[in-house]
T-cell receptor
């Protein structure tokens, strides 16, 4: 039972354009959401997070949007750069739980 | 560099054997988490320790065990290894009260 789903295994975007990565979840107890970036042969790197009391959080080129009614979050990268090419994982945690539940990842390719 | 270290980087062993993976958290972090990433899958939470005590358990097999020592480093012990145990094993740590987890570079285990 996948509680966190990333339905697009891959995404290809032109450099300078917007990249939008999507994530859906099923557990209404999730109250904290995170995005991680992963390069080959490295561990996941924390990018940005959002609490369920917010619907948007920005950090430089990265913005995460949360739609609680739809149980959907998205990561926007503007403008996209070739160095952003990596696998992106969304993750969620539930109230008073410490473990992260990860999606299966989306491989982003930013073309020069 | 997340500040989380893991050794060894690679491990090749035979079925039926036992191995120990080691993790040192970031300075000041009390929580250590272990995750498994099998081929083309997301990260699966195995177990969490907080200041030496087990706090949460996920999909961890009975053949696997972990502990956290007084100096806060952690070890994941995998025994009676099977081919299906081949995976990347990641350790993460978080600060007291923090929700973001910071990952180490992982240990790639190959069981032949």
């Amino acid at each position: 039972d996948q509680q966190v789903k990333q339905n697009s295994p891959s995404l290809s975007v032109q450099e300078g354009r917007i990249s939008i990565l999507n994530c859906d979840y099923t557990n209404s107890m999730f109250d904290y959401f995170l995005w991680y970036k992963k390069y080959p042969a490295e561990g996941p790197t924390f990018l940005i997070s959002i609490s369920s009391i917010k619907d948007k959080n920005e950090d430089g080129r990265f913005t995460v949007f949360l739609n609680k009614s739809a149980k959907h979050l998205s990561l926007h990268i503007v403008p996209s750069q070739p160095g952003d090419s990596a696998v992106y994982f969304c993750a969620a945690s539930a109230i008073s739980s410490y473990k992260l539940i990860f999606g299966s990842g989306t491989r982003l390719l930013v073309r020069p | 560099d997340s500040g989380v270290t893991q050794t060894p980087k690679h491990l090749i062993t035979a079925t039926g054997q036992r191995v120990t993976l080691r993790c040192s958290p970031r300075s000041g972090d009390l929580s250590v988490y272990w995750y498994q990433q099998s081929l083309d899958q997301g990260l699966q939470f195995l177990i969490q320790y907080y200041n030496g005590e087990e706090r949460a358990k996920g999909n961890i097999l009975e053949r696997f065990s972990a502990q956290q020592f007084p100096d806060l480093h952690s070890e994941l012990n995998l025994s009676s290894l099977e081919l299906g145990d081949s995976a990347l094993y990641f350790c993460a740590s978080s600060a007291p009260g923090g929700s973001e987890q910071y990952f180490g570079p992982g240990t790639r285990l190959t069981v032949t």
